[in-house]
C-alpha cells in the first residue's frame, strides 16, 4: 500500500466492495437501518429503564451498560474502524429516519425547513463539537452522571442529546448536527483518523471530475447526497466519512469503493492538513489531562478554594474547569511556537505578507502536522481513562440484565462485585497502552516531521529530534499520572 494517500491520487488499499457480497451489502438501502436498529433499542431500554428501573446505579441495565461497557467499546471501534459509531449512532439515526419520513426508503421531501449551517460558524470546524463535548464533560462531572450517580440523570442526558439532534435535524439540512455540533464528532473524527478504514473514495478521480450530476453530493435515485458534505474525490483523510454509504448507492458511474488502509495512514498521509483539527486535538489533551488531574487528591483542595472564594457550589468549578483545560492545550501549542522559533529557516516565504501574520504562518507550520502526529498517544490516553470502570464494573452488566428482567436476588449475584483486574493490574493495562499510543504516535511524527517539518526548518535532525521529544514527554506525563491515580475511575 502506498504511504502518500492524496486526493488526487488513485486510491491504494484494498476496495470491499470489489467483493460482491460486500458491494449488495452496500447497496441494500436496508443496511444502514439495520445498523443502526440494535443500538436504537438499547439506548431507549437505557432511557425507559433508567428512570422507570431501580435506583442502585450498578443494578440499574441503564448505567451499567452506558458508563461499564458503551464507552469502552466505542473507542476500540474508533481505533480499528473510524467512525464506525457514526454509521450506526442512535441518535442521529433516530433523528434522520424523521427527517427523511422512512426509515431505509430514498425519499425526494425530506420533513424540516432544510436549512444550511450559518458560513460563520462552520468554518470553526471542530471546534464547535469540541465546545459540546466540553460543556457535556462539565455537565457530566457536575451531576455525577457518569459516576455512575442516579440512573435518572443518565436516562435525562440521552433524552437531552436526542432532542438536540432532532431538533438540529429538523431546521438544518442532512446530517449538520452531527458533523458540527455533535459532542462525540471531534474525538471519533481525529481518534478515529488512527483506524483501518479509509471511508468511500472515488476509483478514478477523472471520472468524478467529468461528471455532471455530483449525485454523490446532490443525492440520485439511488442515495441521497452525501449527509457529511464530503465528496468523495476531495477526501484524503477518514476525518468526515459517516460510513453511511449513501455516496456508493448514489454513483451512477459505480466509481466508488470502500477502501482499507493501513493504520495511522490518515494521521499521517493528509497533504491538507486543517487548523481546527489541530486546535481540537490540542483541547481534547487539555481535556484528558484534566480528568487526571482532579483525580489527584491535590485539585480536590484547589477546587474547593475556588468554589469557596466564587460561591459555587461544589465540583467542578468552572473556572478551574474551563481554565486548566485551555492552559493545557496553550501550553502544548507553546511548546510547538518554542519549536518554531528555535528551528524555521530565516528564508521561509508567505503568502500573507507582514510581522505578525509571518510569525502566525511560521507557527502554524509546526503546530498543525506535529498535533496531528499527536492523535495516537491522544486517543490512547482517552481509551485508558475509560478501563477503571470497564475492569472494576463491567460484570455487573449481567445482574443488571437480571434485574431488569425481575429478578430479586440480581444483587447476591458474585458478578456483582466481581473485578476484572485488581487496581495495580489496572494501572499496569493503562500505562501500556499509553506505551502504545506513545509509540505509534512517535512514528506518526517522524514520518510527518520528515515530509513536512524539515523542508522548513534548519538543523532538520534536530528538530526531527526535538519533535520526537516533545511526544516522548507527553507519553511520558500521561502514564506517570495513572500511576498516581492508582486506577480512579
Same mark, same amino acid.
Given at each position: 500500500?502506498?504511504?502518500?494517500?492524496?486526493?488526487?491520487?488513485?486510491?491504494?488499499?484494498?476496495?470491499?466492495?470489489?467483493?460482491?457480497?460486500?458491494?449488495?451489502?452496500?447497496?441494500?438501502?436496508?443496511?444502514?437501518?439495520?445498523?443502526?436498529?440494535?443500538?436504537?433499542?438499547?439506548?431507549?431500554?437505557?432511557?425507559?429503564?433508567?428512570?422507570?428501573?431501580?435506583?442502585?446505579?450498578?443494578?440499574?441495565?441503564?448505567?451499567?451498560?452506558?458508563?461499564?461497557?458503551?464507552?469502552?467499546?466505542?473507542?476500540?471501534?474508533?481505533?480499528?474502524?473510524?467512525?464506525?459509531?457514526?454509521?450506526?449512532?442512535?441518535?442521529?439515526?433516530?433523528?434522520?429516519?424523521?427527517?427523511?419520513?422512512?426509515?431505509?426508503?430514498?425519499?425526494?421531501?425530506?420533513?424540516?425547513?432544510?436549512?444550511?449551517?450559518?458560513?460563520?460558524?462552520?468554518?470553526?470546524?471542530?471546534?464547535?463539537?469540541?465546545?459540546?463535548?466540553?460543556?457535556?464533560?462539565?455537565?457530566?462531572?457536575?451531576?455525577?452522571?457518569?459516576?455512575?450517580?442516579?440512573?435518572?440523570?443518565?436516562?435525562?442526558?440521552?433524552?437531552?442529546?436526542?432532542?438536540?439532534?432532532?431538533?438540529?435535524?429538523?431546521?438544518?439540512?442532512?446530517?449538520?448536527?452531527?458533523?458540527? /455540533?455533535?459532542?462525540?464528532? *471531534? #474525538?471519533?473524527?481525529?481518534?478515529?483518523?488512527?483506524?483501518?478504514?479509509?471511508? !468511500?473514495?472515488? @476509483? %478514478?478521480?477523472?471520472?468524478?471530475?467529468?461528471?455532471?450530476?455530483?449525485?454523490?453530493?446532490?443525492?440520485?435515485?439511488?442515495?441521497?447526497?452525501?449527509?457529511?458534505?464530503?465528496?468523495?474525490?476531495?477526501?484524503?483523510?477518514?476525518?468526515?466519512?459517516?460510513?453511511?454509504?449513501?455516496?456508493?448507492?448514489?454513483?451512477?458511474?459505480?466509481?466508488?469503493?470502500?477502501?482499507?488502509?493501513?493504520?495511522?495512514?490518515?494521521?499521517?498521509?493528509?497533504?491538507?492538513?486543517?487548523?481546527?483539527?489541530?486546535?481540537?486535538?490540542?483541547?481534547?489533551?487539555?481535556?484528558?489531562?484534566?480528568?487526571?488531574?482532579?483525580?489527584?487528591?491535590?485539585?480536590?483542595?484547589?477546587?474547593?478554594?475556588?468554589?469557596?472564594?466564587?460561591?459555587?457550589?461544589?465540583?467542578?468549578?468552572?473556572?478551574?474547569?474551563?481554565? /486548566?483545560?485551555?492552559?493545557? *492545550? #496553550?501550553?502544548?501549542?507553546?511548546?510547538?511556537?518554542?519549536?518554531?522559533?528555535? !528551528?524555521?529557516? @530565516? %528564508?521561509?516565504?508567505?503568502?500573507?505578507?507582514?510581522?505578525?501574520?509571518?510569525?502566525?504562518?511560521?507557527?502554524?507550520?509546526?503546530?498543525?502536522?506535529?498535533?496531528?502526529?499527536?492523535?495516537?498517544?491522544?486517543?490512547?490516553?482517552?481509551?485508558?481513562?475509560?478501563?477503571?470502570?470497564?475492569?472494576?464494573?463491567?460484570?455487573?452488566?449481567?445482574?443488571?440484565?437480571?434485574?431488569?428482567?425481575?429478578?430479586?436476588?440480581?444483587?447476591?449475584?458474585?458478578?456483582?462485585?466481581?473485578?476484572?483486574?485488581?487496581?495495580?493490574?489496572?494501572?499496569?493495562?493503562?500505562?501500556?497502552?499509553?506505551?502504545?499510543?506513545?509509540?505509534?504516535?512517535?512514528?506518526?511524527?517522524?514520518?510527518?516531521?520528515?515530509?513536512?517539518?524539515?523542508?522548513?526548518?534548519?538543523?532538520?535532525?534536530?528538530?526531527?529530534?526535538?519533535?520526537?521529544?516533545?511526544?516522548?514527554?507527553?507519553?511520558?506525563?500521561?502514564?506517570?499520572?495513572?500511576?498516581?491515580?492508582?486506577?480512579?475511575?
Amino acid at each position: 500500500m502506498a504511504e502518500r494517500f492524496g486526493p488526487s491520487d488513485p486510491p491504494s488499499g484494498w476496495d470491499l466492495t470489489r467483493n460482491p457480497r460486500v458491494a449488495r451489502l452496500l447497496r441494500s438501502r436496508r443496511f444502514q437501518f439495520l445498523l443502526i436498529l440494535p443500538n436504537q433499542l438499547v439506548f431507549w431500554t437505557v432511557i425507559f429503564v433508567g428512570l422507570l428501573g431501580t435506583v442502585v446505579p450498578g443494578l440499574n441495565f441503564g448505567t451499567a451498560i452506558t458508563w461499564y461497557i458503551w464507552f469502552c467499546l466505542v473507542f476500540v471501534m474508533m481505533v480499528v474502524v473510524g467512525r464506525a459509531w457514526c454509521a450506526m449512532c442512535p441518535f442521529g439515526g433516530f433523528a434522520e429516519w424523521i427527517q427523511r419520513r422512512t426509515l431505509w426508503q430514498r425519499t425526494q421531501k425530506v420533513l424540516g425547513l432544510g436549512r444550511k449551517f450559518p458560513e460563520p460558524l462552520a468554518r470553526y470546524g471542530f471546534l464547535l463539537p469540541v465546545a459540546t463535548f466540553l460543556l457535556l464533560t462539565w455537565i457530566e462531572e457536575y451531576f455525577n452522571i457518569a459516576g455512575p450517580g442516579t440512573p435518572s440523570a443518565t436516562s435525562w442526558m440521552v433524552v437531552g442529546i436526542v432532542t438536540s439532534a432532532l431538533l438540529f435535524f429538523l431546521i438544518f439540512e442532512r446530517r449538520t448536527f452531527c458533523r458540527y /455540533l455533535c459532542p462525540l464528532s *471531534a #474525538l471519533i473524527g481525529t481518534v478515529g483518523s488512527m483506524g483501518s478504514v479509509a471511508g !468511500f473514495r472515488t @476509483k %478514478d478521480r477523472e471520472v468524478c471530475l467529468s461528471c455532471e450530476t455530483k449525485d454523490c453530493m446532490r443525492g440520485g435515485e439511488e442515495g441521497f447526497g452525501c449527509p457529511w458534505y464530503t465528496w468523495p474525490a476531495s477526501a484524503d483523510s477518514n476525518l468526515a466519512c459517516g460510513l453511511c454509504s449513501e455516496c456508493y448507492k448514489a454513483c451512477p458511474s459505480n466509481n466508488i469503493g470502500m477502501y482499507l488502509q493501513k493504520p495511522l495512514t490518515s494521521v499521517i498521509a493528509p497533504t491538507r492538513r486543517r487548523a481546527d483539527v489541530a486546535w481540537a486535538v490540542a483541547l481534547l489533551w487539555g481535556l484528558v489531562l484534566y480528568q487526571q488531574i482532579n483525580a489527584l487528591s491535590i485539585y480536590a483542595t484547589v477546587d474547593t478554594w475556588l468554589n469557596s472564594h466564587l460561591a459555587f457550589p461544589h465540583y467542578p468549578n468552572p473556572v478551574a474547569y474551563m481554565g /486548566l483545560i485551555v492552559a493545557l *492545550a #496553550l501550553l502544548t501549542a507553546g511548546v510547538m511556537w518554542t519549536i518554531s522559533r528555535v !528551528f524555521a529557516r @530565516k %528564508d521561509m516565504t508567505f503568502t500573507v505578507k507582514g510581522n505578525f501574520m509571518e510569525r502566525a504562518s511560521r507557527f502554524r507550520a509546526y503546530f498543525v502536522p506535529l498535533t496531528y502526529g499527536m492523535i495516537p498517544v491522544v486517543g490512547a490516553d482517552y481509551f485508558a481513562r475509560q478501563l477503571p470502570k470497564f475492569f472494576q464494573h463491567a460484570t455487573r452488566i449481567v445482574p443488571a440484565v437480571q434485574q431488569t428482567l425481575g429478578s430479586q436476588t440480581a444483587i447476591k449475584s458474585p458478578l456483582y462485585q466481581m473485578r476484572l483486574l485488581s487496581n495495580p493490574h489496572i494501572v499496569g493495562v493503562q500505562v501500556t497502552i499509553i506505551a502504545i499510543g506513545t509509540l505509534a504516535a512517535v512514528w506518526s511524527t517522524w514520518k510527518i516531521s520528515g515530509r513536512e517539518i524539515v523542508p522548513v526548518s534548519r538543523g532538520g535532525a534536530a528538530v526531527r529530534v526535538a519533535s520526537l521529544s516533545l511526544v516522548l514527554v507527553f507519553g511520558a506525563v500521561a502514564a506517570m499520572l495513572y500511576v498516581l491515580m492508582n486506577a480512579a475511575d
